[in-house]
């Protein structure tokens, strides 16, 4: 006990900026961000800098003055040049060992080619828009029962620079709207704007509870088992609980006239299973490594229903029908203080396909596969956005781009994202998903 008291004497004394301030260690901000006599603009919330410079500024070689919260470091140092051609990623680190990345982009200014979006606003709700400058993107979460059919915008664009459709003119946000900033010189920018609106189908609150079947074409038993897994959802909480049916595995195998819904990702998470029916809830590891079988799924889908929500997810699509380019933004938010290593995967899925299923007494071959998983966006596991603790309110903003297989049917596609803690041996902590148009 000795020993550990003069270890944590000395760490609190071995700081270079006294005096020592109770309650600093997990302050991990940028405070200021300067290259010469110009600041950057710091939005703390989005972790986001932002250099406005004159036109010529050569910004292979810039070297930004940093000044960082007390006991912090950040990572590149303050000091150090950059070559901010594209962004580039900041991260501070607060004494207790805590993290925040933040994102650095340099913007230099030309009058006649300016053609940004500088403000999006409904003035009739009070709601500005959360302009994602880097990929001409402004999202908008509105409360639950807006009428977003004829929602009158007021827009702000660089001097000199026109819009169209014009700002004041009423648009029907039901699904994304583009405008087009054209510069003095005539180039072009196009904005996608997304609104979502809080409570419906898309952001319910509360927890949702993700269950991953992992079945196959030519398993007999599998569409019992997931009728057990529907007839679940719907006497518990039909908008809380997902059904990802997940192709792997031998008797997922594509032969004669048995589709092919095998995916790279869905093998990846089978991790050698023997059968199926199988089934995940949340990633929670219990029988059989992370799997259950069909009678073992009921109590863990209770309980996980029972957990407190501890993120939102907001997910905004925009799908080009001519070339099948579908672009996504995911707004992840915290909703408590929380330690973790977090990750988000993005998955892409299809509903209402009509194939052969085998089934014990012969073949149906006008059976109908729903919530089919179709592969992800971001990898088997995804990506980490947090590697040690997320704040209250804190957001990430993460974006995707992928083409449309010709075979999928977009009006019955659908995008599945879900958070999910890697120090808690994968477990999912929140679900979200929405139609991709």
């Not at 998983?373 to 596991?381: E, I």
């Amino acid at each position: 006990m000795a020993l550990i008291a003069t270890m944590l004497f000395v760490n609190a004394c071995d700081v270079e900026k006294e005096p020592y301030i109770q309650g600093a260690e997990d302050e991990k901000q940028i405070l200021d961000f300067k290259v010469d006599s110009i600041y950057g603009s710091i939005d703390t919330e989005n972790k986001t800098v932002r250099l406005d410079l004159p036109a010529g500024t050569d910004v292979t070689r810039l070297t930004p003055t940093i000044e960082v919260s007390t006991y912090a470091t950040i990572e590149p140092e303050s000091g150090v040049a950059q070559d901010f051609t594209n962004p580039v990623y900041y991260t501070v680190t607060a004494f207790n060992g805590t993290t925040a990345q933040y994102m650095a982009t340099a913007v230099v200014h030309d009058a006649e080619n300016e053609k940004s979006i500088l403000s999006f606003r409904f003035d009739a709700l009070d709601e500005d828009g959360v302009i994602d400058e880097f990929n001409h993107r402004i999202s908008f979460v509105l409360p639950a029962e807006t009428d977003v059919t004829q929602l009158v915008p007021t827009i702000v664009v660089s001097e000199g620079a026109t819009v169209s459709p014009a700002s004041g003119v009423a648009q029907d946000f039901t699904n994304t709207v583009n405008y087009t900033v054209t510069a003095q010189n005539g180039t072009t920018a196009v904005y996608a704007v997304s609104v979502i609106v809080e409570g419906g189908d898309v952001v319910p609150t509360g927890k949702t509870v993700l269950i991953k079947d992992f079945t196959g074409a030519r398993c007999n038993n599998c569409p019992a088992a997931a009728e057990v897994a529907h007839n679940l959802q719907h006497q518990l909480d039909q908008d809380h609980i997902f059904i990802l049916s997940v192709h792997a595995g031998y008797l997922a195998q594509p032969t004669g006239q048995f589709p092919d819904f095998l995916t790279d990702e869905g093998t990846e998470w089978y991790n050698n299973n023997s059968s199926n029916p199988l089934f995940a809830v949340d990633h929670v590891a219990l029988t059989d490594g992370n799997t259950l079988y069909v009678e073992q799924i009921d109590a863990p889908v209770i309980a996980a229903l029972d957990e407190d929500q501890s993120f939102e997810i907001l997910i905004t699509p925009q799908y080009n029908e001519t070339n099948r380019q579908l672009d996504v933004m995911a707004n992840i938010v915290a909703l408590d203080d929380r330690d973790g290593q977090f990750y988000v995967t993005v998955c892409l899925v299809e509903d209402n396909i009509v194939g052969w299923q085998m089934f014990p007494n012969g073949i149906d071959k006008e059976y109908v596969f729903h919530n089919v998983f179709r592969g992800t966006l971001n990898g088997a596991y995804g990506e980490e956005i947090e590697g040690s603790h997320v704040d209250a309110d804190e957001s990430f903003y993460l974006n995707y781009s992928a083409e449309l297989d010709a075979d999928y049917n977009a009006n019955e596609c659908y995008l599945m994202v879900y958070v999910y803690d890697k120090s808690q041996g994968d477990k999912i902590l929140q679900t979200a998903v929405r139609k991709i148009k």
